[in-house]
């Protein structure tokens, strides 16, 4: 038994699959070792993800079962996409010229078998070009096949391996004893033009859908090509060119006009014009200065600039990126987990069905009832093939995945992207989702009869908030600070959850906080600063409170500005039949005024973190499918409640971990563009399936013979094979054309 402390999971690059049923084969051969808790095989990334115990087994065992099977593992983590890489552009090169090589030899036996069909030896001349077709170029299905045989489990291989091995052997016995059928009356017919054609067309086929499939992953090639091999590090000798590699944390380094930023870090010395549009997806570049962050991969437009490295490596924003994109690429949709289900036992029901089909062709087929009845086994065995099943969805994942990315919305797995579609309302908090989260003290206004000295409370104040983590304690000691007010030693600080903060100071009590801080100690508040609060909420500015134990000796108001975006994006989400909820732990009046700034109709203010989880249970047990749009702290709970989280990324510190999906550029215009993103590829998938399931549904009864009986047609295996590649080819391509829908 696995201790779970000792659990790890690792991806792993698979070599030799061939099919979706190959995919669950390579899975449920890992899944069954000792010591693996859970596989799951990405057809599309051609990668396993494999939940394990290393004490209990190890990549190397794990290689080596499934080498037993005909496949491989990459079990190099460091090098691993790279040899993959290697290893299929070597595949892909060689599959070429293996086509380009049987393809010479298989036009002379299509034109003989089409054409010359009574010419002196032309059997034996077509059997003799078609050998090598087969069984040397074709000799992998074979191979595959056997090994495949061997572990009582079958895929694509074996279907082929079967339809051209039975129809080369029948045409040999025809060849070397034609007088068998003589002596019955009937003409011995050969078949080696669709055994050799159907061999081509499937390789043909494989290396259409291999360049296809590495279309699907081109974000993720574009955002690597996002970094440079090379920086200029400023040492004290002078300037040195090295490589990207050897930056270390703290190291100074130079970007000169066009130059792409190497590693995060923060401008020390000039100024500039980045553009940041492959993070953000935002166009417009963003002005640099001192003390400004900046990010790797991004572009730098106008003069240069100097900045010490803060994130190197792994570390980085785009590091970061490109390894949730790569994992969000290769994670699995639920659907896809029923479509391998049904892939796992495609091909032995296939196998069954054209067993029937012979059957049934030798119990009503007449005169040539053997000869006919084993054209269509072979045909039903060639253009079955669960290739299209395998690629509908993990395609169609991968470039929805990408298209995000591109335009900074990452997303965390399969199942957020397909999850999103059912989203029916949304919840946003406000500070920092609806507002650009930059709280600025606007006024601070102190009771008119002060019974200490106002300097000295200043202090007790800005010490107060200083220790308090709210961003709005943040802004107000910002405040105090930029006007020189150096806070004092308290005692007894007390963050009080959802309302504020208490301290003490001289043996006396002090509180700093929302309007629910007055309620629970009962402080008397003048008249004239109970107006001025008043005012303040009715134009969307928030209050907070300071007091002793008697009176309230301060209001702070603080303006947290709502972002441009915010009302258009809300006027979309509503055009898109969402209902949209904001809840806030700020006042009613404040709550009611952004509200209507934002054309929210339902909001709910003065909640506690804790309710906001609540208020969202209460959405989803009315039927809801709910969205949390937050900052991917404060609201982790809420975001964990949803069905579909959404963090707003703020900068560097992008909340990766906590949400489902991460907006780069926290702009809630990228809101709509997401959800629009998921429907668009719930659409595609949707199509893919239904052109996979119905290609398979129509194609295996006509190759079977069903028309014959009504109009003597019957599918030549050649047009079966052409028919199964292009299969494969248009679900890639269908999936690829996401790349080019408009986000609006």
Known sequence: ?????????????????????????????????????????????????????????????????????????????????????????????????????????????????????????????????????????????????FKQARHNKANMDTLVALSTGIAFVFSLFNTFYPEFWHRRGLHPHVYYEAAAVVIVFIMLGKLLEERAKSNTSSAIKKLIGLQPKTVVRIADDGEQEIAITEVKKGDRLLVR???????????????????ESMITGEPVAVAKQKDDA???????????????????????MLAQIIQLVQDAQGSKAPVQKLVDKIAGIFVPVVMLIAIITLGVWMLFGGEHAFTQGLLAMVTVLVIACPCALGLATPTAIMVGIGKGAE??????????????????????????????????????????????????????????????????????????????VEPLSVIDFESLTGKGVSAKYNDKMYWAGSHKILKDNKQAISDDLMQHAKTLQAHAQTVIYFADQQSVLAVVAIADQVRSSSKAAI????????????????????????ARETGIEHFKAEVLPSDKADFIKKLQDEGKVVAMIGDGINDSQALAQSNVSIAMGKGSDIAIDVAKITLVSSDLLQVPKA??????????????????????????????????????????????GAAMALSSVSVVSNSLRLKFAKLN
């Open 1 to 145: 038994m696995s201790s779970q402390e000792n659990i790890e999971t690792i991806s792993l690059p698979v070599l030799g699959m061939t099919c979706a049923g190959c995919a669950v084969s390579v899975e449920s051969m890992i899944g069954a070792q000792e010591g693996v808790v859970q596989a799951e095989v990405n057809y599309a990334t051609q990668k396993v993800k494999v939940v394990y115990d290393p004490k209990a087994i190890s990549t190397e065992e794990m290689q080596k079962a499934v080498q037993g099977i005909g496949y491989d593992l990459i079990i190099d983590t460091e090098k691993g996409d790279e040899k993959q890489k290697e290893v299929q552009e070597n595949n892909c090169k060689s599959l070429k010229n293996r086509i380009l090589s049987a393809a010479v030899l298989t036009i002379p036996v299509v034109v003989i078998g089409m054409f010359f069909m009574d010419m002196p030896y032309g059997n034996y001349i077509m059997m003799l070009l078609t050998a090598p077709v087969v069984f040397y170029f074709g000799k992998n299905f074979f191979v595959n096949a």
């Open 257 to 275: 006009s066009g130059d792409k930023i190497p590693v995060d870090g923060r401008v020390y010395e000039g100024s500039s014009f980045v553009d």
């Open 294 to 316: 900046v990010f790797a991969g991004t572009i730098n437009q106008k003069g240069s600039f100097r900045f010490v490295a803060e994130k190197v490596g792994g570390e980085t």
């Open 407 to 484: 335009s900074g919305i990452l997303i965390k797995d399969a199942e957020a992207l397909e999850q999103a579609y059912k989203v029916n309302a949304i919840v946003l908090d406000k500070t920092g989702t609806i507002t650009e989260g930059k709280p600025k003290v606007t006024t601070i206004k102190w009771a008119k009869q002060l019974t200490e000295d106002q300097v000295l409370l200043e202090q007790i104040f800005a010490a107060m908030e200083q220790n308090s983590e709210h961003p709005l304690a943040e802004a107000i000691y910002r405040d105090f600070k930029q006007y020189g």
């Open 571 to 594: 006027t979309e989400l509503k055009s898109l039949g969402i209902e949209v909820y904001m809840l806030t732990g700020d006042n009613e009046e404040t709550a009611s005024a952004v």
């Open 675 to 720: 959800l629009q993103l998921s429907r668009l590829t719930v659409k595609t998938i949707r199509q893919n399936l239904f052109w996979a399931f119905i290609y398979n549904l129509i194609g295996i009864p006509i190759a079977a013979g069903i028309l014959y009986p009504f109009n003597g047609f019957l599918l030549n295996p050649m047009i079966a």
